[in-house]
């Protein structure tokens, strides 16, 4: 696993959105051989979008011929409702770039048949070749998409019961209000996202140290569904000093002092400036 600590959340939004233009620009997508990238919500992205937004319209990088699998959507809620993951993925995203409109998939949350739209999801994820980048955040707790604690780390698309942290946690995006959270969600699987070809996690704050510390200190285990990216190939988490409050001090320095001698922050921090 690599991980790449940036000072703070606009570094880490930089690096990241730079990392994954370059990783488009070098696939050089096609319409007949697109760039299929894996979407998260969340406040943690968000820095992230804004900084693909500006290097499209600075023509940079181009979403023509890359096509999405956004992680989750909650049940229940109207696609048009504000906090919905579609509202927010074209308010914040997809509204501003180059993306043709049927490229981008978003699970329906108000699917007539739920696992059959899950089923499909997945069947769609594998037409497409498979996804080449995952983009992540990850929960309080850890979680990966919406798989809560206790997931099993080779599920697949399904419906997952919310736990009361992550409602709690959410509740911000709903007058504060955990009774307007809806309290289950569509989420693409730990194995959904272990089969992508690279994972990007960002991970920032001092709220995220104690998942931070699991997802990479401690065993791969399904209270800490992340950790399960220990087993990836290719897994790589862009974070901030906050998050590594709990890190061991050893592990902080060999990533400090690994991304000193590789020119890792410069390199993708000034790649299009
Ligand atoms: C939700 C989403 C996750 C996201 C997490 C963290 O639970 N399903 O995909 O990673 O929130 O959100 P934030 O980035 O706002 O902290």
Request: a negative charge; proline letters at 4%; glycine letters at 6%.
């Amino acid at each position: 696993m690599r991980v790449i600590i940036t000072k703070d959340y606009d570094e880490m939004s930089v690096w990241a959105a730079n990392y994954v233009a370059k990783r488009i620009i070098d696939f050089n997508p096609t319409e007949e051989h697109p760039f299929v990238l894996g979407c998260p919500t969340g406040s943690s992205p968000l820095g992230l979008y804004q900084h693909l937004v500006e290097l499209n319209k600075r023509g940079i990088v181009s979403f023509r011929n890359v096509v999405t699998f956004n992680m989750d959507e909650y049940v229940g809620l109207d696609v048009k409702h504000p906090e919905s993951y579609h509202s927010f993925m074209w308010t914040n995203f997809f509204g501003h770039i180059d993306i043709k409109p049927e490229n981008v998939h978003i699970l329906d949350g108000n699917a007539p048949d739920l696992m059959a739209e899950c089923e499909h999801y997945e069947q769609m994820i594998a037409e497409a070749g498979g996804v080449d980048l995952f983009m992540g955040g990850v929960g309080p707790d850890g979680h990966i998409a919406f798989n809560e604690p206790g997931s099993s780390l080779s599920s697949r698309t399904r419906i997952k019961t919310l736990t009361t942290n992550t409602i709690q946690a959410n509740c911000r995006f709903f007058d504060n209000d955990v009774n307007l959270v809806p309290k289950q969600a569509l989420t693409v699987g730990v194995g959904t996202v272990m089969d992508a070809r690279e994972v990007l996690i960002l991970c920032n704050g001092p709220k995220k140290a104690r998942a931070m510390h699991h997802m990479i200190e401690t065993g791969v285990n399904h209270m800490w569904t992340s950790s399960m990216l220990q087993m990836h190939r290719r897994a790589l988490v862009v974070c901030d000093e906050e998050a590594c409050d709990e890190l061991k001090i050893s592990t902080y320095q060999y990533f400090k002092d690994k991304q000193r001698i590789e020119g890792s922050i410069e390199e993708y921090i000034n790649l299009y400036k």
